[in-house]
């Protein structure tokens, strides 16, 4: 009697799958009935199945069991049932790289593969160029030919696939088969010219000539296969970018003539294309587009999905391109694809004008609660690039986003929401209360702890700032007496900045500090231990710089350093300035914002580019003594034009009263190797040339380096900013191209590079101050400056902010380089770190009238940073 199975039990998995309890051993056990005459195809194939399943899930055979295993079961190729055959040859690919001498059933495979059956040959090929190596791959080779112009299209499928996986052990071998390639790319079946054309790029991908011929040379007679057009499709746009996209290229024209296919399926893959490549302009996509829009109003979903989806990217960088298909979107908003009528809306809301919005947001709320969240994180990234577009929306954007927040959702959602709340709110100091006041409720319920501290240490940071940061500590303190140990422990950060900020408040913070101490994780009890030591002392210096800004410097090269000072003791008490910087925008501490558990994890963290350089000088024996590296310049300054027969780059090191230039330099020259290579510079300030690290040998195409130490000028400190004028010098050595072989003699030549400027941008680091009043304040007033200079030449405030913090190479503060719109006065904040280690802040008042006038006030912890800032305004 037959068991029924109802939908309960298909759902729990009752009879779902007759493999899951196999044993190995029984399993082998079993295929010793290959041996047995005569054959029965259906059990043996029952077993081979068997095999299968135990080897792809895993399961480990030894080379000694998959070998008998392997042995017994090539006698099944005595029966002729084509089930069992084809189970043979899957198991000969599977149990290939597993079981020993696997080639004795080669004779048996070239038999099924040059045979009359061909529904053997094609898989018969497969199998045979599995267990092939190198050295057998001549034998066969005859036979692959053949099959490869085969008429029967699944054997020269079967035999263009196998020579793509030969291409990686037997590359020589396999380019022999190109005529048979160029033949069958000729086929009139889609899946054998497909093959093909792949089989005849990957055999010319490396010469880039050729390959353009190719394409050309199909474009030109056409294809038949959409597979085919498809792949020709991505390789041209590949080679585009590797040609810098140049529009005016014929591989540029083969993708767009796609575009008037008969297939669906290449006009859509040459669109992508076209809006994938680097550096369109809103004109070169508009033929692309146009076929979208087509798409847009097609009977089939998948077209609709695809058209909406890759309009959704091109509205991310040219919103203005899409804009003519907005009243085909609106037509997909009531899509019954929630998919498609999700990206509908996102992308509107990218396109769409003001006067939009509120109908839009309407829309999406009407089905929001029907739709995964991978597309709810879409609509949200598109809420927060539309608050960038159009801020005096923010009220009904936020409003939508407090009403999403209360939903269901996973993390990803949820973060994204966070995200563009957090970032409205930096946006628009207007929406801020509103803003918090939703994020304290939100964290009541909250039950992803990354966002719970993440929250804590906004409030902290934008709470006190309010008009009644009051409100904000009963949520706050509400985390430590319900939550665990890492939400607590942001909790009792947020609650220490409250204190620091706010004298009112301080002694109720304290109380509530007090009842921290006893909390049962050691964190949050050193963090309530520190915090309340801190505030009992009432001092702003140290509230600054040990509660509201903290650390500036990088952790990983903190915890480097300590580890070298523990391994090497020292007399000297350990120097935090000899620890590098962390760069601006990751210096802001986010200690309360990450989850402790992640913090107690220790991982391997890659050396940064700073610290690499550092190592590298640090071996270079003219360089001892220099101290620690302060800072290398973000980017080489190139001395020479790239096609020039020498190519010189520098990169600027600065270190406490010296400064080391690196120059990467190539010789691009096959008829020669030079020798002995120095950069001379001649400085027109008061710097000193200490001496030359030449690079002993810059062969053909090989680059080499070489070092300048330069001294700081001492008399005159303030002139930072200077002109070096360059000479490369070396001894030319002539050598033949062919063999490389150098002369003996050699002549001294020179070589007249670009002027390298230092500016006074070589000499600061950025560093961020989360809270610029208490940098100030932390800093004080005792080497304070304060000058007034006329900008003749800027017309506007966006113009002047840009060229001070690029001329300073400080880091702006609390988002002072954002001008608001239509404002004459402005405040830019900038901070940063002086070489040796001085924290240097300025606060430069703007006011626009004709001209832009500017009244800088700067402070240090010394005079020299103060006069030096001024100095090189001036």
């Known amino acids: 009697m037959l068991k029924k199975f109802d939908k309960k039990d298909e759902e729990s998995g009752g009879g779902s799958n007759p493999f899951q309890h196999l044993e190995k051993s029984s399993v082998l056990q079993e295929a010793r009935v290959f041996n047995e005459t005569p054959i029965n195809p259906r059990k043996c194939a029952h077993i081979l199945t068997k095999i299968l399943y135990l080897i792809n899930q895993g399961e480990h055979l030894g080379t000694t069991e998959a070998t008998e295993a392997f042995f017994a079961m090539t006698k099944l190729f005595q029966s002729n049932d084509p089930t069992l055959r084809r189970m043979c040859y899957l198991?000969?690919?599977?149990?290939?790289?597993?079981?020993?001498?696997?080639?004795?059933?080669?004779?048996?495979?070239?038999?099924?593969?040059?045979?009359?059956?061909?529904?053997?040959?094609?898989?018969?090929?497969?199998?045979?160029?599995?267990?092939?190596?190198?050295?057998?791959?001549?034998?066969?080779?005859?036979?692959?030919?053949?099959?490869?112009?085969?008429?029967?299209?699944?054997?020269?499928?079967?035999?263009?696939?196998?020579?793509?996986?030969?291409?990686?052990?037997?590359?020589?071998?396999?380019?022999?088969?190109?005529?048979?390639?160029?033949?069958?790319?000729?086929?009139?079946?889609?899946?054998?010219?497909?093959?093909?054309?792949?089989?005849?790029?990957?055999v010319r991908k490396n010469d880039r000539l050729a390959v353009s011929k190719m394409i050309s040379k199909f474009t030109r007679h056409g294809l038949k296969s959409p597979f085919a057009y498809c792949m020709m499709i991505r390789v041209a746009s590949r080679q585009l970018e590797e040609e810098d996209g140049s529009r005016?290229?014929?591989?540029?024209?083969?993708?767009?003539?796609?575009?008037?296919?008969?297939?669906?399926?290449?006009?859509?893959?040459?669109?992508?294309?076209?809006?994938?490549?680097?550096?369109?302009?809103a004109k070169e996509l508009a033929p692309a587009v146009s076929v979208l829009q087509l798409f847009c109003s097609s009977p089939k979903a998948a077209l609709r999905y695809a058209a909406v989806r890759t309009l959704n990217k091109v509205a991310m960088k040219h919103p203005s391109a899409v804009t003519a298909c907005n009243l085909d979107l609106e037509n997909l908003v009531t899509d019954s694809n929630r998919s498609i009528a999700t990206l509908a809306i996102t992308t509107l809301l990218k396109t769409g004008s003001e006067g939009s919005i509120d109908r839009l947001m309407k829309q999406i709320s009407s089905f929001m609660s029907e739709i995964s969240d991978e597309f709810k994180v879409v609509v949200v990234q598109a809420i927060s690039a539309l608050c960038q577009k159009y801020p005096r929306k923010h009220a009904v954007l936020m409003n939508f986003l407090f009403s999403m927040l209360r939903e269901e959702g996973g993390f990803e959602y949820k973060r994204a929401i966070v995200d563009c709340i957090i970032s409205i709110i930096e946006e628009n100091s207007e929406s801020k209360e509103t803003g918090l006041s939703h994020l304290c409720e939100f964290i009541e319920d909250c039950e992803f702890t990354v966002l719970a501290t993440r929250i804590l240490h906004l409030l902290g940071q934008e709470g006190p700032k309010t008009n009644n940061p009051s409100k904000y500590i009963r949520f706050i303190y509400n985390r430590v007496v319900l939550e665990h140990e890492e939400v607590r422990a942001g909790a009792v950060?947020?609650?220490?900045?409250?204190?620091?900020?706010?004298?009112?408040?301080?002694?109720?913070?304290?109380?509530?500090?007090?009842?921290?101490?006893?909390?049962?994780?050691?964190?949050v009890r050193d963090r309530a231990t520190f915090y309340l030591n801190v505030l009992e002392q009432k001092q702003k210096a140290l509230n600054a710089g040990y509660i509201l800004n903290g650390l500036t410097v990088s952790i990983p090269g903190l915890e480097r350093a300590l580890q070298q000072y523990t391994l090497e003791p020292s007399e000297k008490p350990f120097d935090l300035k000899s620890v590098p910087l962390a760069t601006a925008p990751t210096a802001e501490p986010r200690a309360e914002s990450t989850p402790i558990t992640a913090a107690k994890q220790p991982e391997k963290v890659a050396a940064t580019r700073q610290e690499i350089f550092q190592e590298?000088?640090?071996?270079?024996?003219?360089?001892?003594?220099?101290?620690?590296?302060?800072?290398?310049?973000?980017?080489?300054?190139?001395?020479?034009?790239?096609?020039?027969?020498?190519?010189?780059?520098?990169?600027?090191?600065?270190?406490?009263?010296?400064?080391?230039?690196?120059?990467?330099?190539?010789?691009?020259?096959?008829?020669?190797?030079?020798?002995?290579?120095?950069?001379?510079?001649?400085?027109?300030?008061?710097?000193?040339?200490?001496?030359?690290?030449?690079?002993?040998?810059?062969?053909?195409?090989?680059?080499?380096?070489?070092?300048?130490?330069?001294?700081?000028?001492?008399?005159?400190?303030?002139?930072?900013?200077?002109?070096?004028?360059?000479?490369?010098?070396?001894?030319?050595?002539?050598?033949?191209?062919?063999?490389?072989?150098?002369?003996?003699?050699?002549?001294?030549?020179?070589?007249?590079?670009?002027?390298?400027?230092?500016?006074?941008?070589?000499?600061?680091?950025?560093?961020?101050?989360?809270?610029?009043?208490?940098?100030?304040?932390?800093?004080?007033?005792?080497?304070?400056?304060?000058?007034?200079?006329?900008?003749?030449?800027?017309?506007?405030?966006?113009?002047?902010?840009?060229?001070?913090?690029?001329?300073?190479?400080?880091?702006?503060?609390?988002?002072?380089?954002?001008?608001?719109?239509?404002?004459?006065?402005?405040?830019?904040?900038?901070?940063?770190?002086?070489?040796?280690?001085?924290?240097?802040?300025?606060?430069?008042?703007?006011?626009?009238?004709?001209?832009?006038?500017?009244?800088?006030?700067?402070?240090?912890?010394?005079?020299?940073?103060?006069?030096?800032?001024?100095?090189?305004?001036g």
């Open 91 to 202: 198991t000969i690919k599977e149990m290939s790289c597993i079981a020993e001498d696997v080639i004795i059933v080669t004779s048996s495979l070239t038999k099924d593969m040059t045979g009359k059956e061909d529904n053997y040959r094609g898989p018969a090929v497969r199998a045979l160029c599995q267990i092939t190596d190198s050295t057998m791959l001549q034998a066969i080779e005859r036979y692959m030919k053949q099959a490869i112009v085969d008429k029967v299209p699944s054997v020269s499928s079967s035999a263009l696939v196998s020579s793509l996986h030969l291409l990686k052990c037997s590359f020589d071998v396999v380019k022999r088969w190109v005529n048979e390639a160029q033949e069958a790319a000729s086929s009139d079946n889609i899946m054998v010219q497909y093959h093909a054309l792949g089989l005849l790029y990957h």
């Open 616 to 873: 590298q000088l640090a071996a270079v024996p003219e360089f001892q003594g220099l101290g620690p590296l302060f800072k290398s310049s973000p980017e080489p300054v190139a001395l020479t034009e790239s096609e020039t027969e020498y190519v010189v780059r520098c990169t600027k090191h600065t270190f406490t009263e010296h400064m080391v230039f690196q120059f990467d330099c190539t010789n691009t020259l096959n008829d020669q190797t030079l020798e002995n290579v120095t950069v001379q510079m001649e400085p027109t300030e008061a710097c000193e040339v200490l001496c030359y690290v030449p690079a002993r040998s810059l062969p053909y195409n090989q680059p080499g380096t070489c070092y300048t130490l330069v001294a700081l000028p001492k008399e005159d400190p303030t002139a930072v900013a200077c002109t070096f004028s360059c000479m490369m010098k070396f001894t030319v050595k002539d050598c033949d191209p062919t063999t490389g072989e150098t002369d003996e003699e050699g002549y001294e030549d020179e070589y007249v590079l670009e002027d390298l400027e230092v500016t006074i941008a070589d000499h600061i680091q950025k560093v961020m101050k989360v809270n610029f009043e208490a940098a100030w304040d932390e800093v004080g007033d005792e080497f304070e400056k304060e000058e007034t200079f006329t900008l003749s030449t800027i017309k506007t405030l966006e113009e002047a902010v840009g060229n001070i913090v690029k001329f300073l190479g400080m880091h702006p503060c609390e988002r002072s380089d954002k001008v608001p719109d239509n404002k004459n006065t402005h405040t830019l904040l900038l901070a940063g770190v002086f070489r040796g280690g001085h924290d240097i802040l300025v606060r430069s008042r703007l006011l626009l009238l004709d001209t832009v006038t500017m009244q800088v006030t700067a402070r240090s912890s010394e005079e020299l940073p103060v006069d030096i800032v001024l100095a090189s305004v």
């Open 248 to 281: 005016d290229s014929p591989l540029f024209d083969s993708i767009e003539s796609c575009l008037r296919n008969k297939h669906e399926m290449v006009v859509y893959e040459a669109a992508s294309a076209i809006v994938n490549l680097p550096g369109c302009s």
């Open 493 to 523: 950060s947020a609650l220490a900045k409250f204190g620091a900020q706010n004298e009112e408040m301080l002694p109720s913070i304290l109380v509530l500090l007090k009842r921290c101490v006893m909390d049962d994780d050691n964190e």
